[in-house]
C-alpha cells in the first residue's frame, strides 16, 4: 500500500497541483506578460516535463529501492549463510562432544578414576586408558580438534590426547566453564590457551554414566582455523566486504580483512555489534571499528554469546543505486533538451504567422496596405490571416473609391469655385453697369423737374425744347439699349447660377455615395471587430486597426455631412440668387418698357414741341408725365441696384463656402492619401 501511495498517488497529487498552479496563471494573465512565443514555451515545458520528472523520480526512487533491497538481500544472505555455517559447525562440535561423553570407554575411564579411584598404573586399568586416548586421537584427527581432554569429576584434566599430554593433572575445578559443563553442554569464549600457543575455545558437556552419577566432563579444544577460512571467502563481499565475529565483550575473535592481530585485541562497539548481541537480527547504515560508512547485516551465532557482522563500504555497497541515479539523471537532462528544443521549435513555428500578422497590422496601421499576408495554415491563425487578408483588400478597395470621390469632389468644387468668381466677377461688373443707369436716370429726373419747373416758357424756348428732345430720345435709345445689355447679363448670371445650383445637385449627390461608403466602411470595421474579438489574444492588434478604420468611416461621414450642409446652404443661396437674378429681369422688363414709354412721350412731346404754340398746357402736363415716369424709374434702377448688391454678396459667400469645399476636399484627400495600395 506504502509503495502504491508513494509510486502512484504522490506523483499524480504532484501534477494536478502544479497542473492547477499553471492553469491559475494563465487564467490570470500572468504567463501573458511574457509574450506569446515565451507563453507556449513555458507552458509546453510545464506540462511536458513535469510527468517527465514525477515519472523519473518514482522510477529513480523504486529502482533504488529495488537496488537498495538486492544489496540488502545480498548481504543478508551473505552473512546469514556462513552464520548457519557456523551455527552448524557448533552444532556438529556440541554432538561430537556429547557422542564422546557418551562413549562406554570415556564412561568407563572416568568412572574408575571418579567412582572407583582407580589407579592409572593398574594393568588393566592402563589398558582401558590407552585405548580410550587412541579413540580420542582418531576423533581429534578425523574432526580437526586441537585435544581432546577428559576431566575428572573433582576437575582434574586426566587424559588428553598424545601431543598435548602437559596438560594431565591440570586443575579446572574453579573454572567457569567447568562449572557450566557440569550441568550441560557449555561452548566457552575464545580465549588465549597457554599451553597450546594458540586462541581456542571449549566445548565442555557432562559425562553421565549408566547408573545416572556425574563421573566427569569432556572437553573439546577447537580452534578457529575453519571458521576463520569460512570467513575470509570473499565470495558476495566485492571488493571491500568482510566478514567477522565479535564476542560478548565486543572483542573481535576472527581476524580482520584491513587490520593485523585483531583478535581479541580490537573492540568493535557498533550498532551492529550491539544489536546481534542482543540476539536481532539486522541491516543498517553504520560507522565500523575503522570508523568508515558501512552496510552491514548481523546475526547472532547460537551456543555463543557472538555476532557474526557482514559488512560492505557505503560507497561500493550503493555503487549500482548511485549509476542508476545518473544514468536517470542523463536520460533526463536529454529529455529536457529534447523537450526544451521541440517546445521552442513548436512554439516558433506557432508565433511566427502571429508576428507575420503584427507586421502586416503595424503596416495597416502606418496606412500601408501594399502588403500581403502568405501564411498558408489551416488552424484558428490560418482563418485569422485568411479575414485579415480579406479584409485589407477590402480596405484597399474602399480607399481607392475614397479617393476616386474625393478626387471628383475635388475637381467639381475647382469648378463650382471658378464659375463662382466669374459670376461675382459679372456681378461686380453688373453693379458698376446698374450705377451708371442710376445716375443717369436721376440726371434724367432732374432734366424732368426742370422741364416742369420751366413749362410756362415752353414757347419761348420751344426751340432748346425741340434740341432737348431729341437729345432726351437719344438718351432713351441709350437707356433701352443699356437695359437690354442688363436683361442679358442678368440672365446670363441667372444661367450661371442654375448650372451652379445642378453642379451643387451633384455634389449632394457624390456626398450620398461617400455616406454610403462610410456606412459600409463602418459595417465592415465592426465586423472586423467581432472576428478579431472571436480570435482573442490573436486578434487584438487587429481589433485596434478595425477600430481606428471604424472611427476613420465615422469621421468620414461626419465630414460628408458638413459639406453636404454646407452644399444645402449653397443651394439654398443659390435658389435665392436664381429668385432674385429673376425678379430683377422682371424689374428690367419693366424698366425697358418704362423707357420705352418715355421715349413714345418724348416723341408726343416732340411734335407737341413742334405744335407749341397751341399745345402748352399739354406740354405742362407731358412734362410732368415724363417727371413721374423719371422718378419711377429711378426708384426702380434702386431697386435693381439693392438687388444686384444683394446677389454679389450672396455670390461671395457662395464663393467662401466653395472654398471651404474645397478646402475640406483637400484635407480628406490629404488624410486618405497617407493610406498606400
Excluded at 287 to 306: A, C, L, M, Q
Excluded at 353 to 361: F, G, K, M
Aim: aromatic share 6%.
Amino acid at each position: 500500500m506504502r509503495d502504491i501511495y508513494e509510486s502512484l498517488i504522490i506523483p499524480l497529487s504532484i501534477i494536478v497541483v502544479l497542473n492547477v498552479a499553471l492553469f491559475i496563471l494563465v487564467r490570470a494573465r500572468v504567463l501573458q506578460r511574457l509574450g506569446l512565443s515565451k507563453n507556449l514555451i513555458a507552458i509546453l515545458l510545464a506540462v511536458t516535463l513535469i510527468p517527465v520528472i514525477c515519472i523519473v523520480v518514482v522510477n529513480e526512487r523504486k529502482i533504488s529501492s529495488i537496488l537498495f533491497t538486492e544489496i540488502c538481500e545480498k548481504l543478508i544472505s551473505v552473512g546469514k549463510t556462513r552464520a548457519l555455517f557456523i551455527d552448524e559447525r557448533l552444532e556438529e562440535m556440541k554432538l561430537d562432544t556429547e557422542s564422546i561423553a557418551k562413549n562406554w570407554i570415556v564412561m568407563e575411564v572416568l568412572r574408575q578414576i571418579s567412582i572407583e579411584k582407580t589407579s592409572k598404573t593398574d594393568p588393566n586399568f592402563s589398558t582401558v586408558v590407552k585405548n580410550a586416548q587412541g579413540h580420542l586421537n582418531r576423533i581429534a584427527s578425523t574432526k580437526g580438534y586441537e585435544d581432546i581432554m577428559l576431566v575428572s569429576a573433582e576437575g582434574k584434566i586426566e587424559l588428553t590426547c598424545v601431543e598435548h599430554s602437559a596438560e594431565v593433572g591440570f586443575d579446572v575445578s574453579s573454572e567457569h566453564y567447568f562449572k557450566e559443563g557440569k550441568e550441560k553442554t557449555y561452548f566457552t569464549d575464545l580465549f588465549y590457551n597457554k599451553f597450546a600457543n594458540n586462541n581456542l575455545m571449549y566445548v565442555v558437556t557432562p559425562c553421565i554414566d549408566g547408573e545416572g552419577r556425574f563421573v566427569g566432563c569432556v572437553i573439546v579444544e577447537v580452534g578457529m582455523k575453519r571458521i576463520h577460512n569460512v570467513l575470509a571467502d570473499r565470495e558476495g563481499l566485492e571488493g571491500t566486504g568482510e566478514t567477522y565475529i565479535v564476542n560478548r565483550e565486543k572483542l573481535m575473535v576472527s581476524e580482520s580483512r584491513f587490520l593485523k592481530d585483531t583478535v581479541l585485541r580490537v573492540k568493535v562497539d557498533t550498532l551492529g555489534v550491539n544489536e546481534g548481541l542482543s540476539g536481532k537480527t539486522g541491516v543498517a547504515i553504520y560507522p565500523d571499528y575503522r570508523n568508515e560508512p558501512v552496510f552491514g547485516s548481523w546475526h547472532p551465532i547460537k551456543y555463543t554469546n557472538w555476532v557474526l557482522l557482514a559488512e560492505l563500504d557505503k560507497a561500493e555497497a550503493f555503487a549500482p543505486v548511485g549509476s542508476n541515479r545518473l544514468c536517470q539523471i542523463v536520460l533526463v537532462s536529454g529529455a529536457i533538451v529534447m523537450v526544451v528544443i521541440i517546445a521552442i521549435f513548436s512554439a516558433r513555428v506557432t508565433v511566427r504567422p502571429v508576428h507575420e500578422l503584427i507586421v502586416v497590422s503595424e503596416h495597416v496601421g502606418k496606412g500601408n496596405l501594399s502588403h500581403d499576408i502568405t501564411i498558408q495554415s489551416h488552424d484558428e491563425i490560418g482563418k485569422l490571416a485568411k479575414v485579415f487578408q480579406y479584409m485589407v483588400e477590402n480596405l484597399r478597395l474602399l480607399i481607392k473609391q475614397t479617393q476616386e470621390s474625393i478626387s471628383r469632389i475635388s475637381s467639381v468644387s475647382m469648378e463650382m469655385l471658378s464659375s463662382s468668381e466669374e459670376q461675382a466677377s459679372g456681378s461686380a461688373e453688373l453693379a458698376a453697369s446698374v450705377g451708371e443707369i442710376t445716375a443717369t436716370i436721376e440726371e434724367l429726373s432732374s432734366s424732368a423737374k426742370q422741364i416742369a419747373v420751366n413749362a410756362e416758357s415752353v414757347a419761348k424756348i420751344a426751340g432748346d425744347s425741340e434740341f432737348t428732345g431729341n437729345q432726351g430720345r437719344e438718351s432713351i435709345s441709350e437707356s433701352i439699349q443699356i437695359m437690354e445689355d442688363i436683361k442679358e447679363t442678368t440672365k446670363d448670371s441667372m444661367k450661371k447660377v442654375a448650372s451652379f445650383s445642378e453642379k451643387s445637385q451633384k455634389i449632394g449627390d457624390v456626398l450620398s455615395m461617400i455616406r454610403e461608403i462610410a456606412s459600409e466602411t463602418h459595417l465592415l470595421a465592426l465586423n472586423a471587430s467581432i472576428e478579431a474579438s472571436s480570435a482573442g489574444e490573436f486578434g487584438k492588434r487587429f481589433s485596434v486597426v478595425a477600430a481606428e478604420v471604424r472611427r476613420l468611416a465615422e469621421r468620414t461621414k461626419t465630414y460628408a455631412e458638413e459639406i453636404k450642409n454646407v452644399v444645402s446652404e449653397i443651394q439654398a443661396s443659390t435658389g435665392a440668387a436664381v429668385l432674385s437674378i429673376e425678379q430683377s429681369v422682371k424689374n428690367v422688363d419693366k424698366g425697358v418698357g418704362v423707357i420705352r414709354g418715355a421715349g413714345q412721350a418724348i416723341d408726343s412731346n416732340l411734335e407737341l414741341i413742334e405744335k407749341t404754340s397751341g399745345a402748352s398746357r399739354q406740354i405742362v402736363m407731358a412734362t410732368q408725365q415724363q417727371r413721374s415716369a423719371t422718378e419711377q424709374v429711378a426708384g426702380t434702377m434702386k431697386e435693381i441696384s439693392e438687388v444686384v448688391k444683394q446677389s454679389s454678396i450672396g455670390l461671395k459667400q457662395f464663393t467662401v463656402a466653395i472654398a471651404d469645399l474645397n478646402k475640406l476636399a483637400d484635407g480628406f484627400k490629404e488624410m486618405v492619401g497617407r493610406y498606400k495600395t
